[in-house]
């Protein structure tokens, strides 16, 4: 297993610097709108977007068929959780786990952890993605076009994922590839890291 070298810390303590302003922002952006608002909800919330590029990444790590089943899994579960929200039917943690996701999605891509069984990477990823459709889902009722903001984010969720997988096969090109992507990892972890503690810092 190579080592992983910080050659990241830079940029990692760049995105790092700007998220205090992004802290809990899947609450704050594109409520209002329709299909583009929708697409761009998941771009903007940074706790969203690093999680579903986590997913990819992961996924490519894997190879088939977790290369697909992640990348399928993680949207229909988070419809799932959309219906939830849209039928008022609370999450408790909900802020949590979508902090958590990014941490637990970051660290097995750090670690390239490979499941002996394909549930067991399949399972964490379907958990997470309830909280991440229920987040979007308490937001539909409210939207211009109920419709059309889901079909954006759910389009903008496999594009991010399709993003991760793209980082994510680098891993199959030497020692190099392998380094990007754990960075990678890392920083999507040091990311959820600091939404959690926004969030618990918020509610103390």
Not at 39 to 48: A, E, I, T, V, Y
Not at 95 to 104: N, P, T
Not at 168 to 186: E, F, I, K, M
Request: hydrophobic share 60%; charged share 5%.
């Amino acid at each position: 297993m190579p080592k992983i070298r910080f050659s990241t810390t830079p940029w990692l303590i760049a995105v790092i610097a700007v998220l205090p302003g992004a802290a809990l922002a899947h609450t704050e952006v594109g409520v209002a709108g329709g299909l583009l608002s929708g697409f761009l909800h998941p771009m903007l919330g940074l706790d969203h977007l690093v999680a579903m590029v986590a997913v990819g990444l992961w996924g490519a790590q894997l190879g088939a068929p977790l290369l697909v089943a992640l990348p399928i899994t993680f949207p229909l579960m988070m419809a799932l959780g959309a219906v939830l929200g849209v039928a008022g039917v609370p999450l408790q943690g909900a802020e949590i786990a979508i902090a958590l996701s990014s941490i637990a999605l970051g660290a097995f891509v750090v670690l390239a952890w490979r499941p002996n069984q394909t549930w067991v990477a399949v399972l964490p990823v379907a958990f997470f993605a309830l909280f991440h459709g229920h987040a979007h889902g308490v937001e539909l009722p409210v939207a211009a076009n109920p419709l059309a903001y889901g079909l954006g984010f759910v389009v903008a969720t496999g594009l991010l994922h399709l993003a991760g997988i793209g980082i994510g096969l680098l891993n199959t090109r030497a020692a190099l590839g392998a380094r990007v992507v754990r960075g990678c990892g890392a920083a999507v972890a040091a990311v959820g890291m600091t939404f959690l503690l926004s969030h618990l810092t918020a509610v103390a």
